[in-house]
């Protein structure tokens, strides 16, 4: 499907930085990009509040604005604008989920207890992430790689055992044992409280 007139100077007007011309972009392609978060998390088997649907499409909108939009600037007009913003929000919206999870299962690896949605900022987010990259430097070599691998990286056991040539039955303990280390060392200052 070819690009709309209409799409065309909307997204003409929204690059020229026209008066209410993101609004009527937003207004225009929310439910699509909404309809994406939702097709997207239950493709990947994860289900999602109201609240975590209108961040991730919230997310999905603010990528889009980021660098003088150069999302859109980028696109090439050689098919439909709902075409190019579905895979545009589609990739934006698996990223995330990857993101969540991966947060989520290090507070539980760091806890032992479920979490809430996660809802912090991306400078927060990359603050926490550095935080525990610091952290894993005070872990022994196999249980840092054990811990970066399975909750930064968010591989299953099964690949960590092939990785690190161990054996699968080791990796929860391994991932206990550093959660106590962790735990212990940095309880005063964990941001995971």
């Not at 190019?84 to 934006?92: D, G, K, N």
Request: proline share 3%; glycine share 4%.
């Amino acid at each position: 499907m070819a690009l709309t007139e209409t799409d065309r100077k909307l997204l003409d007007s929204c690059l020229a930085g026209e008066p209410c011309a993101w609004e009527a972009l937003v207004d225009r392609f929310v439910g699509l990009v909404v309809h994406v978060v939702d097709h997207t998390a239950r493709c990947k088997g994860v289900e999602i509040t109201n609240e975590d649907r209108e961040d991730l499409a919230a997310d999905v909108f603010a990528r889009l604005v980021r660098k003088d939009f150069r999302i859109l600037r980028d696109f090439r007009r050689n098919c439909s604008l709902a075409t190019y913003l579905t895979v545009i929000a589609r990739r934006i919206t698996i990223r995330q989920l990857h993101r969540r999870i991966r947060e989520r299962s290090l507070h539980f690896a760091l806890n032992g207890e479920p979490t809430s949605p996660v809802t912090w900022t991306v400078e927060q987010r990359i603050e926490d992430r550095d935080q525990i990259e610091a952290w894993l430097e005070s872990l022994s070599g196999l249980e840092a790689e054990v811990v970066r691998r399975f909750h930064l990286e968010g591989l299953s056991y099964e690949e960590i055992s092939r990785q690190l040539g161990i054996p699968v039955n080791s990796i929860g303990p391994t991932l206990s044992r550093a959660r106590l280390k962790i735990r212990r060392s940095n309880s005063a200052d964990s941001v995971f409280k």
